[in-house]
């Protein structure tokens, strides 16, 4: 095998450093009319503390914070917290979920006023939960809030880009690595299988999410699960996937024709989308509205005919969740501007034809953007190598 052109880095990273972050979240408390907010979106707690365990509450007044967790974490949330420079902001409470509510209960009763707003994450929060809440804290002073915190995860900082840069270039080296095995008559999901097993041998702390491989017909469903279907000579594939480190993500599609090349209408599907697919990508910079970036794929899309065939939106944004704000579609609202990590991956899909799709991740500029995926868009790949 070749030398792999993609192989990631292994110099030091910028450290990444959760400071300001409180500061900028009581700055915006006023917009969602709250005084206090209770965090328990998990990626959320981790974005304001560097805190990553899977059970953790976050509580934020306009001059105290409180993380509580259970015991499983006693060691890891001091450690995290303090080397994320959370500490001395942030204190930690450890025991069972009685003991921590009741914590937190407390911090929100000598902190704020009967008369005060504490704020829910809407979007996460149960009906359960809502209730548990306001039995403790009285239902008069819960209000709904929405993305309160997801709206500053919206600008990624150079330690958080590193993080994604790195992902990506090790999702680009498993690639090169696997993408032989599809002439070989391996099923889907036998190269999903070596396609994660290669990017955590890259460094990867786990997938972005579930790897899609989609062959010959299958790729016309956008989230095709792999299954046994044997990758064949002419076949469409598309290949779906992403790395994760260091809680960061990455996400890039490429679709492959299998040592033959695309004749007719898949063909025709193969050029409409890339060609939609770097327009989209040019048209990422500073000041354009995300529903613009939509337009321009969806307009080539259109004109050729297959409006109706591309039923997703171009994008959204991705960090520590692979679907973040801001959505990349008709009904997106954001204006790009530096900082910013958003995906552009138009499709066509076409039962008895194929499909194909062609994703990207790119980080606004002062001046245009950049991708962070790397690899090559040619539709034969590095089969051969």
């Not at 974005?47 to 259970?70: E, H, K, N």
């Not at 994450?121 to 809502?130: G, K, N, P, R, Y």
């Not at 403790?136 to 995860?153: I, K, M, P, Q, Y």
């Not at 997938?207 to 046994?228: C, D, L, M, Q």
Request: net charge negative.
């Amino acid at each position: 095998m070749s030398t792999n052109p993609y192989t990631p880095s292994t110099a030091a990273l910028p450290p990444l450093t959760v400071t300001g972050r409180l500061d900028r979240l009581r700055a915006a408390f006023d917009e969602h009319e709250i005084d206090a907010l209770v965090v328990t979106t998990l990626a959320n707690v981790r974005y304001l503390t560097g805190f990553a365990g899977s059970a953790g509450v976050l509580t934020v007044t306009r001059d105290a914070a409180l993380l509580t967790t259970d015991g499983r974490y006693r060691t890891q949330s001091a450690e995290q917290v303090e080397k994320s420079g959370a500490s001395p902001q942030v204190d930690i409470t450890i025991g069972p979920v009685a003991e921590q509510r009741k914590a937190a209960q407390t911090l929100l009763t000598d902190a704020a006023r009967p008369s005060d707003r504490i704020g829910l994450e809407a979007d996460q929060v149960s009906w359960s939960a809502q209730r548990t809440w306001a039995d403790l804290l009285g239902e008069g002073r819960l209000v709904a809030t929405s993305n309160a915190v997801e709206a500053l995860r919206e600008r990624k900082d150079e330690a958080e880009i590193a993080r994604m840069e790195r992902a990506a270039a090790i999702a680009d080296a498993a690639l090169f690595e696997t993408l032989p095995l599809m002439g070989q008559g391996v099923t889907e999901e036998h190269f999903a299988l070596e396609l994660d097993t290669a990017m955590r041998r890259h460094g990867a702390e786990s997938t972005a999410f579930e790897t899609i491989v989609a062959a010959g017909e299958n790729s016309a469903k956008p989230h095709h699960r792999p299954g046994g279907r044997r990758i064949a000579p002419g076949d469409a594939v598309v290949v779906d996937f992403g790395a994760t480190y260091e809680g960061y993500r990455s996400d890039m599609t490429r679709t492959f024709c299998v040592n033959e090349d695309p004749t007719g209408e898949l063909a025709r599907i193969f050029s409409v989308v890339q060609t939609s697919q770097a327009a989209g990508a040019e048209a990422v910079k500073p000041g354009i509205s995300v529903k613009e970036v939509d337009d321009v794929c969806r307009r080539i899309i259109a004109d050729a005919g297959w409006a109706d065939r591309f039923e997703h939106g171009t994008g959204h944004g991705v960090g520590l969740d692979i679907h973040e704000a801001p959505t990349v579609s008709q009904l997106g609202t954001a204006i790009l501007a530096p900082g910013f990590v958003v995906t552009v991956e138009p499709g066509v899909y076409v039962p008895g034809h194929g499909g194909v799709r062609v994703e990207d991740t790119l980080v606004v500029t002062e001046d245009g953007a950049r991708a962070l995926t790397r690899f090559t868009k040619d539709i034969h790949g590095s089969l051969d190598q």
